[in-house]
């Protein structure tokens, strides 16, 4: 089976510009969870979806946005980039019906915002 | 409130060195499940084992063996005869009543030749 894959893999943006990053969760894994990772503040939930549903939301400003497709693909999105918002960008693919409870993690995107 | 405490910021052992890596919890649910995580410099994070709140049973993997007690907890993560492959940062992550998953701030585990 194929593993999480996530578009791209580096990501080199401007302030006030926006973002989206891609995450295909494993065949048959109906859940998928967002996670920023920073040196400052470690690895940090930002949401996760399920069968199209955000089920799940981290404190994060309203520019972090995401969506799920009806083939579990994801997508999440930030808005007016900040220098802040550097980091590594990882998405989380799980079954999400409680037969399976371990996330199995994409090898992420690193974003840098200069 | 959900808490994973990690105190190790960083371990460095000399190869075949035994290492545990401490993990302490804190979560008011009854059931909850706990994760340890290899973190390689690649960035992928590679899950290593889960362990639920009913199951307290230790197990082994090979070099990796886990401790998990309940009554004071911790869920410990020990490598034996550690290689330089073991390099790595460590998490361990709690998960309780949703697929949120609450991570320790990692353990850097340095091997050296």
């Known amino acids: 089976k194929a593993g999480v894959t996530q578009t791209p893999r580096y990501l080199i943006k401007t302030r006030g510009q926006q973002v989206t990053l891609s995450c295909s969760p494993i065949?048959?894994?109906?859940?998928v969870s967002w996670y920023q990772q920073t040196p400052g503040q470690g690895l940090q939930f930002l949401f996760e979806?399920?069968?199209?549903?955000?089920?799940n939301k981290g404190n994060f400003p309203g520019r972090f946005s995401g969506r799920q497709f009806s083939n579990s693909r994801s997508e999440m999105n930030v808005s007016t980039l900040e220098l802040g918002d550097s980091a590594l960008y990882l998405c989380?693919?799980?079954?999400?019906?409680?037969?399976?409870?371990?996330?199995?993690f994409g090898p992420g995107t690193r974003l840098t915002v200069t | 409130a959900q808490k994973v405490t990690q105190a190790q910021t960083e371990i460095s052992v000399v190869e075949k060195e035994d290492v545990t890596l401490d993990c302490v919890y804190e979560?008011?649910?009854?059931?909850?499940?706990l994760f340890w995580y290899k973190q390689p410099p690649s960035g992928e994070l590679v899950f290593l084992i889960r362990?639920?709140?009913?199951?307290?049973q230790n197990e082994i993997s090979g070099r990796y063996s886990w401790n998990f007690q309940k009554s004071t907890s911790s869920f410990n993560f020990t490598i034996t005869a550690s290689q330089v492959v073991d390099s790595a940062v460590y998490f361990c992550?709690?998960?309780?009543?949703?697929?949120?998953?609450?991570f320790g701030t990692g353990t850097r585990l340095q091997v050296f030749p």
């Open positions: 989380a693919s799980s079954s999400g019906d409680g037969s399976t409870y371990e996330q199995y």
């Open positions: 065949s048959g894994h109906r859940s």
């Open positions: 979806y399920f069968s199209e549903t955000q089920r």
């Open positions: 979560t008011r649910d009854t059931t909850y499940y």
């Open positions: 362990r639920n709140s009913f199951d307290e």
């Open positions: 992550a709690l998960r309780a009543n949703t697929d949120k998953l609450i």
